[in-house]
């Protein structure tokens, strides 16, 4: 099991992150993988079609929408969504495993799902951030610097926005992504703190009594 800067066993957490398209959240979800142990991203199910790129198991679980179906009734999905006729879910035993062994779970989902995941079973797991832009003109210049989209769905992008950015006071923390540097530390603590809470008592106890233990020894 993995530990804390003590090393103490500790059991996981889920890091929620969540934003409006264009924000910022994809690049200081990806920097906190590359930087941080013990970190690993929640794959999501989904019946939406493979795309050429994508690995099976790596960016999503593939589902036929029968399967899917098959999953949410049967309790197996902490979250699930509509999004553009696709349906989206994060399973339930790849989570629970993880966390059990100490590994923290990043998951990069909408308001909708992280109110979901606060009602699971896992609910007292779920650490939530709101990534906001500095500003609406910030926001469309982002989006539009990425020249992925065209002006249309750009459009629909920030009307979206405007519909997510109200639900920020439903969230643990709140970061306003004017530097991505210092947004990135900034959530890079919210975990190593998080980290530390999530210490149970029992396994402090272990460590003192091994510790008194080896006091002993070496003193005698």
Not at 132 to 146: G, M, Q
């Amino acid at each position: 099991m993995s530990s804390t800067p003590n090393e103490i066993d500790r059991r996981g957490i889920m890091l929620v992150v969540s934003s409006p398209s264009g924000a910022g959240k994809t690049t200081l979800t990806r920097n906190l993988l590359q930087e941080e142990e013990d970190v690993v991203m929640s794959v999501s199910v989904t019946t939406r079609p493979k795309r050429g790129s994508e690995i099976e198991g790596v960016h999503y679980f593939f589902k036929t929408q029968k399967q899917f179906d098959r999953m949410r009734e049967s309790g197996e999905l902490l979250e699930w969504a509509t999004v553009h006729d696709n349906c989206y879910g994060t399973p339930k035993d790849a989570v629970e495993a993880a966390l059990a062994s100490g590994k923290d779970v990043l998951f990069d989902i909408d308001w909708q799902g992280t109110q979901q995941l606060k009602e699971s079973a896992l609910a007292p797991d779920v650490v939530t951030v709101f990534v906001l832009p500095p500003s609406a003109a910030e926001l469309k210049a982002r989006l539009e610097r990425r020249a992925e989209d065209p002006p249309e769905v750009i459009h629909r992008r920030l009307r979206n926005a405007a519909e997510e950015i109200p639900h920020w006071n439903e969230y643990d923390y709140v970061l306003v992504n004017r530097d991505l540097d210092k947004s990135f530390l900034r959530l890079r603590s919210i975990l190593q703190s998080e980290r530390l809470k999530r210490v149970q008592p029992d396994n402090v106890k272990a460590f003192v009594e091994k510790l008194l233990a080896e006091l002993k020894d070496v003193g005698s």
